[in-house]
């Protein structure tokens, strides 16, 4: 999306928080935030997305009615030789309605993602244990995925697939509150169902994860202590397709398992804190030799009466491809956030970050191309790996500009942070190796950073910005 439209989306969402201020007699809180991430910003690997969110909630006795408005978009490309693209932009809206008893709580949640969630909630009356059960179902449209051959001469040389599934989210959590401690954790399951897509190129997938969360926080006299961790595992089957003269062939079968943790620990106090992340991902894919279950099978995305023509001269060929992607990353640092009143009902809160950061990745990928002819068969082997290791600063800078009414003890905040990653040393490696390979069989290239990018690269590539309107009344 152009520059000029991300603007419009930003100024719209600051004028839905403009009209929630403007009737502020019936609202009891709200929100009016944008932001963006810009990771990578080169020739060959982009990664970058932008956001804005509004949402306004009016509570009346036990009752509170909440709405929202929100866009993102995320753009991804990937060149090596062709080009693969990855697009998701969206713009959703949302409404609900909330009820909180003296022993029961629920909340109904509609979406244009399109998504309906229910929460129902059981709690005692002084909310010290709590346990709730959630089920949410949709079936939106996920992102537009677009490769592009180098050759502009081959017979398929563009393909673009929509990607649409159906999800069914169930979970249960719990809860308890005592002595200034809290304890919390959940588990959930998604389920995802094909959908029955006729456009000539289209992506689904039929996918089971599950996910599991604890939580533990102590409120001390003057500071606060934080722990949580999250942990998930995916069992996905991701399938591409093409649709022409009303039959569906299968082009691509991607069998992924994967398994998420993520913990952190945060210490807080009125002026300064300390933090500490940590995230290790393990994604694998393994080849299925089974017919019609090739991880690639580009013959298939041809014409029918192409592939009858040339039934005797063409050749038929396949890949099957292991993958193997070990993601590690941890950060630990802190802030300092003091708060300078300019009024008795009005401060400022600037604050400063500075995390250090240690992360290496591996990505081995094992390819067997198979090309079968009418009389004769052959397999060709090729095996990459590719290797980054990397540790720098992340500094982080922002402001807070808050003001209380005594009247009606209501609240507006103004928030804008923005973070940089600085990389202080980056080894990436890569290597080959071919069957037919002469001498050792094998080829590698290896690169060492910092020096390498310019100024305003690093100025450009791993940076964070946000802007909110918060309010309250």
Known sequence: MS??????????????????????????????QCGGLFLLDSKSQQLDGTFCQAADTTQVGKYSVFAGFEFFNINGLWEDGWTLSFKSNRVLGSAGVQADFQNIAFSVKASTFPSIASRLSAHTGDSSFYAATILERGAPKLA???????????????????????????????????????????????????QKIEHEYFIKD??????????????FKQSSLEANYVGAFADANIYGNTYRDSSTKRFMYLPID???????????????????????????????TKRFFETFAPNRL???SLTQTLSFSFLQKNYLVDADLDLSAVTFGGHISPTIHL?????????????????????????????????????????????????????????????????????????WNAAQIIPIKTEYSKRSKKDNDSGNGSTSSKTKNPAEHSSSEIFRNGFATSLALRFSF
């Open 302 to 304: 041809l014409p029918v």
């Open 206 to 219: 039929s996918s089971r994860i599950w996910l599991w969360k604890a939580g533990y926080a102590h409120q």
């Open 258 to 288: 994967a398994n998420l943790h993520y913990g952190n620990i945060r210490w807080d106090n009125r002026v300064f804190g300390l933090e500490a992340h940590g995230i290790k991902a393990d994604i694998r894919m393994e080849r299925n």
């Open 343 to 415: 009024s008795w009902n009005t401060r400022i809160v600037p604050r400063f970050d500075l995390h250090g950061y240690y992360t290496y990745n591996e990505i081995d990928i094992g390819k067997t191309s198979e090309t079968t002819t009418f009389i004769a068969y052959k397999a060709k082997d090729e095996q990459w790996r590719w290797m980054l290791e990397g540790f720098g600063a992340i500094a982080g800078l922002g402001f807070s500009l808050e003001s209380e009414s005594s009247e009606s003890h209501g609240m507006r905040a103004l928030e």
């Open 3 to 32: 520059k000029k439209l991300n603007t419009l989306y930003a100024l719209g969402c600051l004028c839905l928080g403009a009209v929630s201020l403007a009737h502020g007699e019936v609202s009891s809180k709200g929100l009016a």
């Open 144 to 194: 537009t995925i677009r490769w592009e051959a180098a050759n502009k001469g081959d017979e398929v040389n563009l393909i673009e697939a929509q990607w649409e599934t159906a999800y069914l989210r169930k979970g249960i959590s719990a809860g308890a509150n005592f002595y200034g401690n809290s304890l919390d954790a959940s588990f959930e399951q998604i389920k995802t169902f094909p």
